[in-house]
């Protein structure tokens, strides 16, 4: 049988402070949820319109503890992971859930709100940038470009 894909790439904002929690066996998991956000002119009226997507994230163990600390509402974040679909019963009635496990996640904007370069395992730090061949580091002149 053939293999599928299942891979979600997220830019998005925090709806609202993550939810961390922890299994019995001590696991930790964080929810929150993630807009993203479109905008288009709409052809007949010239209308500036735009359209809000809510996306529901959950993480596990180290990225969760990470989430937890270091993302609050508002924050821009890239998000990767797998779509998941559970369901469970509620007073005989099946209910089901569409979300997304993120398995990578990147702090984006500026200093200003926390933002970051790198993946999970980074801290909000700054000069995380490798010395350059010449044996400066993540001080030198060239590092100030914006490009």
């Not at 961390?20 to 956000?37: C, E, K, P």
């Not at 984006?108 to 993946?119: F, N």
């Not at 801290?123 to 010395?131: E, K, L, M, W």
């Amino acid at each position: 049988m053939a293999r599928g894909v299942n891979k979600v790439i997220l830019v998005g904002n925090l709806g609202r402070d993550p939810e961390i929690r922890y299994t019995q066996d001590g696991q930790a998991v964080v929810n929150f949820t993630l807009a993203t956000s479109m905008e288009w002119r709409d052809k007949a009226t010239g209308e500036k319109r735009d359209k809000t997507e809510w996306h529901r994230i959950v993480a596990f163990r180290k990225l969760a503890e990470i989430c937890g600390e270091y993302l609050s509402k508002g924050k821009q974040v890239y998000i990767e992971g797998r779509l998941q679909t559970r369901s469970w019963e509620q007073d005989g009635v099946t209910k089901y859930i569409t979300e997304v496990v993120a398995n990578d996640m990147q702090m984006l904007g500026s200093k200003g709100d926390s933002g970051g370069r790198g993946g999970y395992n980074s801290a909000p730090a700054y000069d995380d940038q490798p010395s350059s061949p010449r044996g400066g580091g993540a001080g030198d002149a060239e590092d100030d470009i914006p490009f």
